[in-house]
């Protein structure tokens, strides 16, 4: 299992919202049918291998020059863990909030 967390900047636009190409990246994650989670600094993803991450990274960058953006400059950060079955993003976040509970 794979879960990478991603974020779009879209440079050399006409305003400094970037709410509607955070938008339009997000649709084609969802399109790609990968589990995603938009967080207020990045997008999670969840899938069963890294190919898929960055094809729908690869589709995500192309809404955002397709909205305008003379620019994008995208940060990727990538979790495969392959010594553990099916560890879903919400197992990651259980995992760290008993390590809070106990402490």
């Given at each position: 299992m794979v879960v990478a967390e991603i974020s779009i900047i879209p440079i050399g636009t006409q305003t400094t919202s970037v709410s509607r190409y955070v938008s339009a990246a997000v649709k084609e994650?969802?399109?790609?049918?990968?589990?995603?989670?938009?967080?207020?600094?990045?997008?999670?993803?969840?899938?069963?291998?890294?190919?898929?991450?960055?094809?729908a990274l690869a589709r995500a960058q192309a809404a955002v020059f397709d909205l305008g953006a003379d620019r994008a400059y995208t940060i990727i950060k990538i979790d495969e863990r392959r010594d553990v079955e099916r560890r879903s993003m919400e197992d990651m976040v259980r995992s760290a909030r008993r390590g809070l509970d106990a402490g």
């Open positions: 994650i969802e399109a790609s049918g990968l589990k995603c989670h938009l967080g207020p600094m990045g997008t999670t993803i969840e899938a069963e291998s890294t190919e898929e991450v960055y094809a």
